[in-house]
Structure formats: C-alpha cells, structure tokens
C-alpha cells in the first residue's frame, strides 16, 4: 500500500526501500526526502519504532522546505523531530478527536 503525506500544497510518496539513491550517494542512510519528486524514502529494513521516529525526521526536513528553508540546519531538523514524534504519539487520541471532520 502506498502512502501519501500531503505538505504545503505537495503530496509526499511514503515509500519504504532498502536502498535508495541520494544526491551524495551516501549508502547507510535511513531516510532521504527528496523534494523534487515529492518521495519520502524510509529504509525497509529498520525496526516499526525506527521507521515512525524516520519518517518524522523526514517530514520535519519537507515541512522546513514547504515553510521556505532552502537551507537546513540537521541538528535543528533533528530536535524538532523528536519532539514532534513525541507530541504525535501521545496525543493522538486527542488529534483524532479535535480533527475529524466527519
Ligand atoms: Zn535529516
């Protein structure tokens, strides 16, 4: 199943992938986002926790791009993340409650 995260107008592929191919072609990465083509890459091989925690990161790095940051500071990027990821997990009874529009 494909997913698809939607960001400032750009809808974002989740694709989860072992190796996947990035500018400076480093090969041990977990995650890349690359914004050109709207993907989201997620190395398959790590843990449930891991992959949320990685895609969070990632999502942090398209949200910084879709707010106008052409550049991006990693350890920045990194804090916000792991604060997010914890906001999102422990709250996300209440998200479902405030946001659903049915
Ligand atoms: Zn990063």
């Not at 986002?33 to 091989?45: A, F, G, L, T, V």
């Not at 350890?75 to 405030?98: A, G, P, Y």
Request: charged content about 30%.
């Amino acid at each position: 199943m494909s997913k698809k995260i939607k960001i400032s107008g750009l809808e974002y592929e989740v694709i989860e992938q072992e190796y996947f191919k990035t500018p400076d072609d480093e090969r041990n990465l977990w995650g890349y986002c690359d914004y050109e083509q709207q993907k989201i890459y997620i190395r398959s091989s790590l843990s449930t926790e891991k992959k949320k925690q990685v895609l969070i990161h990632e999502l942090t790095h398209a949200i910084f791009h879709g707010a106008g940051y052409t550049e991006q500071d990693e350890d920045t990027v990194h804090r916000i993340s792991l604060v997010m990821h914890q906001v999102i997990k422990e709250n996300i009874s209440t998200f479902n409650e405030m946001f659903s529009y049915d």
